[in-house]
């Protein structure tokens, strides 16, 4: 499974920045496609998803300021998702993780979902001061 995140990085509170995610396997299936993050410390939580037919799900604490969309290559070599982050808080600092899960997205929205997605990116760190 790939799934490569790029972006994040420093920024100061107000902010933005942009993550992107890499995804070259599940082309033809349908999956939910989203992010999550995990602070030190605190449980991992969903943050936005997208499913197979392309509806977008956020998380109470990002919804307004956070956008997430997806790109197929007109090639169908990949997939990749974006996740668009402004008006950053330092309670947005965390690890930013990619995700994929077969099927609809609720795994990102219930509690301990996380335990039974199936792919994982790297992550990749956004830090807000």
């Known amino acids: 499974v790939q799934l490569v995140e790029s972006g994040g990085g420093s920024v100061q509170a107000g902010g933005s920045l942009s993550l992107s995610c890499d995804d070259t396997t599940h082309i033809y299936s349908r999956y939910c496609l989203g992010w999550f993050r995990q602070a030190p410390g605190k449980e991992r939580e969903g943050v936005a998803a997208i499913d197979g037919d392309g509806r977008t799900s956020y998380g109470n604490s990002v919804k307004g300021r956070f956008v997430a969309f997806r790109d197929n290559a007109k090639d169908n070599t990949k997939n990749t998702l974006y996740l668009q982050m402004h008006a950053l808080q330092p309670d947005d600092s965390a690890m930013y993780y990619c995700?994929?899960?077969?099927?609809?997205?609720?795994?990102?929205?219930?509690?301990?979902?996380?335990?039974?997605?199936?792919?994982w990116g790297q992550g990749t760190q956004v830090t807000v001061s």
């Open positions: 995700a994929a899960t077969p099927g609809r997205c609720e795994l990102f929205w219930v509690p301990g979902g996380f335990n039974h997605v199936s792919d």
